[in-house]
């Protein structure tokens, strides 16, 4: 290269092209930055997945989830004691349920005393301040990992829903403030409401995962709960094509009209265009998900020194807050509420 060009727009000056119209103007300064800031993120916005074991005194670490952890039930009450005190609102518990108690059917489920209904009673007791979020889902409970009972190779629609809503109000007697069912068998969302109003819990709330979406992003969760390596085949009778847009906004309209209080969408990061529309069409209240195998993602860069964790987190939970989420259901929770406390 023995020839410099001279650097120079092709007609207009900048100043013609934008019409003096800089956007810049108002990133010059940290200050000017902060005061046109249109999206915030807060503890408020916090729920926090824990995953729950048999025993006392528990702790495994899950090797797909560094610094996540399978906790006995009195372990879990430190935790949501802790929670608590970070201002977090609400836990959301996920069981890993002892091989010998899961079967074809998940009949676990219905055990009043099971791991996710001792767990609630034993959080609420020491904690009531802090909700409570259970998921009346089979697949903790089953020998096969599905969401719902398996016959003769399919997921039987109505009888899984008859078995979710029972077990909906044996959580909601245990403490749960949200049920929150994660199977998207088609009229559970009317079933549970039916059912937690004939036993007298009005005030039990519903969270659906109305659009949760057939997707590999779920993988480091399957080990957490112990799915990993009984689940055969997919989930995709069940759970959103991952191509579907407007399927997901039907969904969604079918569980709000059935008696849903409030909106998920699962998982979160790929999905955001999902949120927005829900937002936009039914304006409720709305949360993402942001699942394992997207902590997964952050913390497995993080570790390689590819990316900024701290930073990624915290953009990838404001990127919730700006396509409309109310709350977001995180791993990294207690992470961030440390944060913001800071
Ligand atoms: C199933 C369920 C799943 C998750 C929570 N409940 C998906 C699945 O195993 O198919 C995923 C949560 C995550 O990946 O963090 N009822």
Same mark, same amino acid.
């Given at each position: 290269?023995?020839? $410099? ?25 940290? =200050? ?8 915030? !993120? ?5 729920? =926090? ?7 006392? +005194? ?6 797909? @989830? ?6 006995? &039930?009195? !372990? ?40 996710? +209904? ?18 009346? %889902? !089979? ?44 199977? @998207? ?18 005030? &039990?709330?519903? $969270? ?5 979406? /057939? ?36 969904? %969604? ?8 209080? $409030? ?36 913390? %497995?860069?993080?570790?390689?020194? =590819? ?5 990624? @987190?915290?953009?990838? !939970? &404001? ?17 961030? /509420? ?5």
């Amino acid at each position: 290269m023995n020839r $410099m060009f001279k650097a120079t727009t092709a007609g207009r000056s900048v100043d013609e092209i934008t019409e003096g119209r800089r956007l810049r103007r108002m990133r010059k300064a940290d =200050w000017s930055r902060r005061l046109v800031q249109e999206n915030r !993120l807060t503890v408020d916005d916090l729920i =926090w997945p824990i995953f729950l074991i048999d025993g006392e +005194n528990r702790r495994e670490e899950i090797a797909a @989830m560094p610094g996540v952890f399978r906790l006995s &039930v009195d !372990l879990a009450v430190r935790e949501a004691e802790r929670a608590a005190k970070l201002g977090i609102p609400a836990l959301a518990t996920f069981p890993n349920v002892e091989l010998s108690l899961r079967d074809q059917t998940g009949s676990a489920i219905l055990d009043p005393d099971n791991l996710v +209904n001792r767990a609630s009673r034993a959080i609420k007791a020491a904690v009531p301040e802090i909700g409570v979020i259970t998921d009346a %889902a !089979l697949d903790p409970f089953t020998s096969h990992g599905h969401d719902g009972i398996l016959r003769d190779g399919i997921i039987v629609n109505d009888e899984t829903v008859a078995q979710i809503a029972t077990a909906a109000v044996l959580q909601a007697d245990a403490g749960a403030d949200i049920i929150a069912p994660s199977d @998207m068998m088609d009229g559970r969302i009317g079933a549970i409401r039916d059912a937690l109003d004939a036993a007298g819990f009005q005030d &039990v709330a519903i $969270m659906s995962y109305a659009t949760k979406f /057939a997707s590999a992003f779920y993988g480091p969760y399957r080990e957490a709960i112990g799915t990993k390596g009984l689940l055969k085949g997919d989930k995709k009778t069940y759970y959103i094509d991952h191509a579907n847009a407007d399927e997901a906004v039907r969904e %969604a309209e079918q569980d709000l009209a059935e008696g849903a209080d $409030m909106l998920m969408v699962k998982p979160g990061l790929p999905y955001l265009d999902i949120i927005r529309r829900l937002k936009d069409e039914f304006a409720m209240p709305t949360f993402a998900y942001q699942v394992s195998g997207e902590y997964a993602m952050i913390r %497995a860069a993080a570790a390689n020194g =590819w990316i900024d964790g701290d930073k990624a @987190m915290l953009e990838s !939970l &404001v990127a919730f807050k700006r396509a409309g989420c109310d709350g977001i259901l995180t791993y990294f929770a207690p992470q961030v /509420a440390e944060m913001l406390r800071a």
